[in-house]
């Protein structure tokens, strides 16, 4: 019987109320080991963009575009 066969084996014999609070516990195990919470590629490739030697970054047209008037104004 291997460890994790132990392991349904002992939750299966916890009272309800007991047994809720694994399956809780063992709920949030799965999903942060899940890879759901992984970066998409776009965004990893936008990390490598930030963090580049030389980082590109939007010119000051876009930007004042965006937010109405330059950031020196």
């Given at each position: ?7 349904v084996s002992f939750a299966r ?61």
């Amino acid at each position: 019987m291997t460890v994790l066969d132990q392991f349904v084996s002992f939750a299966r014999e916890l009272p309800a109320e007991q047994r809720h609070l694994v399956e809780d516990v063992l709920a949030s195990m799965m999903e942060s080991l899940s890879s759901s919470g992984d970066f998409t590629q776009a965004e990893l490739d936008e990390l490598d963009r930030r963090t580049a030697a030389k980082p590109e970054f939007s010119d000051p047209e876009t930007i004042a575009s965006l937010f109405g008037k330059p950031f020196s104004a």
